[in-house]
């Protein structure tokens, strides 16, 4: 018997990813190797993932393997050489973004007294709907209502039902394929079917099975790591749908919502739970417990469902609610809202309802520029489930679709079957539209389990992606298969990344003409498809009219190509400064690639984050980039801004950038650019707001906020919303005559502007003091000095009935705002 102690470093403890790390160099040996948590008394099988996981080891724990058997020795000197050369860096930090309740609620909602209760927005949304409550599956009380059964018969039934599990999980089409091919993996795991057959005192199946969940969760349970504890509902609800095979019928009443509903689960939501639920009335979910990396957030994110979680107190208040509003953008579950609460939810529906009215002809449209020229808004996404979402939004196709979710955290490469059904799922969700797939881009920075590659000097310049095919050639070729095969559901652009050379264009042409062929042979459709390769690499430049014989389009990865041709890598602090697109020589190198492959006769397009930033845009579309790629949040403003460029100006703009001496004067003659482009009077007629029956100062100046945000004069309505009441504690605005000032000045304010509400009623504004008129100011940073002259001149004004008379009269915002603009010398 050997034995190997050690400290775990990982950030994260030992979870999946490091598991399987384990488990790869562990399988190969016939001696028997079991990880001991020595700081928790706790140990597992090294050969089983689930085993270690629900070992709880996280960082800084004492840990051993206990090595016993025939090739103890070998098994030993492969376990010291990974602990000592890899195991530090196997795993990178995990990034958590959830946000916590204490970021303040918009101002309307504090002065609104309403009874609400706060938790975790993990998928942002506003909704609106009667509580529907669902309480977690008790399988321990499920079993207790079931006939005993002898031990040959219950291991026969959970056979059956972990096969017909399993075979379900395959199988499914309910657009979650990568959610539910993780459980899959959980599912196959030897530790999961060897525990589920272990409980021999269990009187019948269903007891087996609620003992499996508090075997595997326990630990998990107890873990500090938020991403091991979540873990513990996939396994719920895989055990869930084993006792539901089991019994034949579902475990809980199959609850389908016919009015809009807010759903509340005590605990945790589980996927299957999610899917079974899910149609348009799903307005929002809340639940008790959870976090980002769980599988339910995921989904709801995929989907648009606003999801609240970490709401834990005040139970009783939530259950007796009749009605609710869920903010989980603000973290805010109101019940029972009040008069107050619903007119907030009015005002903020109508102001969503109006942001999504001015951009909704852009939605099914390619845009073109002011002088007429298309431009394609294309989407970047990570998962199959993602597709429908994008296109709900407005995405002219997908620019890249990054295939290494279905390869990561797992032991095993995805097998062409489960590639193909994932692919063909984003194509037909595309009908017709662009759709570019991106071969595996791994190893290298980007190391997968089942690679088992070796640590490099520097992973960036290393052995990564294509460099890594001919070697992997199964799983290239596999992967390949699956594209090709999914090109007859539409036409498919397959992207290859990280290619320098000549020779790496000529091989990838030879090898998807052989599948291709291969393919034809066994009688399987091919259909339309198109192979590119990314530019990243600055030697691709000079490539691009010999490469033009062999493929059919590039796509600049600007991400990684800044790194490249700057020698610098973005997540270093010490070189952090260097990476910076905005530099005058490698917009030139943007522009050559662009023109090199034009004239070669190649499609080209941008998929970095590069094509999401708006004071890029006039640069692009100045080089001549006219198929952009982005994350889905940045397709309607960047649609919105491209409407305002004019080429020629654009590519007048480039030229001086490129003459510039710095990343800090192009941003300045982009921004001078830009302001030009867009540039917005302080008075507007879109800023006068007539005859308006409002019922509490708070509404009025919501009004007036939210209409600055649908103009798009402020970052945020309800940011600009709180700088106003922060200068409203400080003195009242109402200065007699009927009339109120509310003014700030705000970083948020993109536009400074000149608001008017003329009401229908008197409004009381404080102190006793009645308002008929709201004449709001609100006053950007830059033009902080103009902000006390145009409140004095204007104060000075209203002395005067002449001046304020036509304000109560005037039938249009137009003439309004043309008596303001002469009055006040605008």
Known sequence: ML????ICTLPNGIHARPASEIEQRTQPFSASITLINLSK?????????????GADITNGDSCQFLIEGGDQQAAFEVLQAFMRDEFADCDEPLAFSLETHS?????FIEHAGADYVRGNGVSKGIGRGVPVHIDCVDLHELSRHEPAADLVHQHQQLCDAWVLTKNMLAESDSGAAQVLAAQLKLLSDPAFKSCLLSHTSARNALQAIALTVQTLSESLL??????????????????????????????????????????????????GQFLRLRNPHLQGIVMGDGGETSHTVILARSFGVPLLCGVTQSEALVRSASMMILDSRHGVLVANPNAAMESWYRLETEKQQAITARSASLCGQQVTTVDGTSVSVLANIALAVEAQEVFSKGADGVGLFRTEMLFCERSLPPHEEEQYQAYSEVLRAAKGKKITIRTLDIGGDKPCDFLDLPKEENPFLGYRAVRMYPQFHEIFTTQARALLRSSAVGPLNIMVPMVATLQEIQWLHTQFQHVTHTLQQEDISVGEWHLGIM???????????????????????????????LACDRGNPQVRHLYDYRNPTFLALMRDITQRAQAAGLAISLCGEMAADKQMLPLLIGMGLTQLSMAVGAITPCKEALTSLDIAQCQQLLETAIASES????????????????????????????????SSKEEAIKLLTDNLEVQQRVVSGALVERAIWDREAVFSTALG?????????SAHVLHSSISLLRLNAPLNWGEDVDVNLVIM???????????????????????????REPLHTLSNAAAITELLAIELAL
Request: charged share 20%; with cysteine; net charge negative.
């Open 3 to 6: 034995t190997l102690n050690f």
């Open 41 to 53: 008394k706790t140990q597992a099988d090294a050969k089983s993932v689930l085993g270690m996981i």
């Open 103 to 107: 970021q303040p609620l918009p101002v």
């Open 222 to 271: 107890k873990s500090s790591s938020q991403y091991l504890r979540e873990r513990v509902i996939d396994i719920r609800d895989l055990c869930q749908s084993i006792a539901a095979n089991v019994l034949g019928r579902p475990l809980e009443i199959q609850l389908t919502l016919t009015e809009d509903s807010i759903v509340i689960c005590s605990g945790v939501l589980t996927p």
């Open 535 to 565: 530019v990243e690499v600055p030697s691709t430049l000079y490539l691009l009219e010999k490469a033009a014989k062999y493929l059919d389009f590039v796509s600049i990865g600007s991400n990684d190509l800044t790194q490249y041709f």
């Open 663 to 694: 990343g800090e004067q192009v941003l300045e003659l982009v921004e001078q650019f830009m302001r030009a482009q867009s540039q917005k009077t302080v008075l507007a007629a879109e800023l006068v707001l007539l005859d308006k029956s409002v």
């Open 737 to 745: 005559f009927s009339v109120a000032i509310p003014h700030c000045k």
């Open 777 to 803: 100011l609100t006053v950007s940073e830059q033009e902080q000095d103009n902000h006390m002259k145009i409140f004095s001149r204007l104060a000075r004004k209203l002395m005067h009935s002449e001046f």
